[in-house]
């Protein structure tokens, strides 16, 4: 790993949070974060909620991080959107994530001819609103997802998520959706540019192998695997590629700041 990093992403569920409870140590790392005057984001696959809404969330939790270091996949959207097509047009499944994230970069949201149909989560996927989307990017609209998630954490157990309700639309109109949200390394270089910030000085903190560590790597990242989420030290042999440390939690990230 290199030393001296500058900057850092950090995956938010699996390595600051569990559900509603901080992990041990994540406050601590983002209060150093701040005293050393280290640019920061933390990164979420989930486009549900505004940078305001999991602000709250976190705050809830203990961790206080501004709504600005604070980079969702419905964020990233809305930047890649802008970026192919500024002043578009989008039909979107979602919600207010996604859709103050479009409002904000100027998008139209309509179901009468948009450039895109844009898919994100929602906590209540409509079959009308699928059934449109399926007949609109037959009609010639652009496919785009928010992630590829195919579920979601509840208290109740996995939910449906993006990834799965994407794969329905794809099998009914056999195009494939663009995903914008991690394992594309897009999400982190949109992020890097949100701070300003260069790949050979920036480290990626996650918990998951498939998304997080690769999707680093794929940007240039150093990576940092910690193992108080998805991925175990066992799962690691599975993948023909290695984060650049594993360690037992966030806590052990503080000394490397």
Known sequence: MRSHAQCWLTDMDGVLVHEDSAIPGAAEFLQTLVDKERPFLVLTNNSIFTPRDLA???????????????????????????????????????????TTALHEVGYTLTDTAPDFVVL???????????????????????FIATNPDVTGPSAEGPLPATGSVAAMITKATGREPYFVGK????????????IEAHSENTVMVGDR?????????????????????????????????RPSRVLPSIAQAIELI
């Open 209 to 241: 192998m498939d998304t997080d560590v690769v999707a680093g790597i794929e940007a240039g990242l150093d990576t940092i695997l910690v193992l108080t989420g998805s991925t175990q030290v066992d799962d690691i042999q599975r993948y023909p590629f």
């Open 183 to 194: 394992p594309n390394p897009m999400m982190f270089r949109s992020a890097l540019n949100r």
């Open 120 to 142: 994100g989560e929602t906590r209540t996927y409509s079959f009308e609103a699928i059934t449109k989307a399926i007949r609109l990017i037959i009609g010639g609209a652009r």
């Open 56 to 98: 709250a969330r976190l705050l809830r939790s203990g961790l206080s991080v501004p709504e600005p270091a604070i980079w969702t996949s419905a964020l990233a959207t809305a930047a890649f959107l802008d970026g192919q097509l500024p002043g578009g047009s989008a039909y979107v499944i979602g919600e207010a994530g996604l």
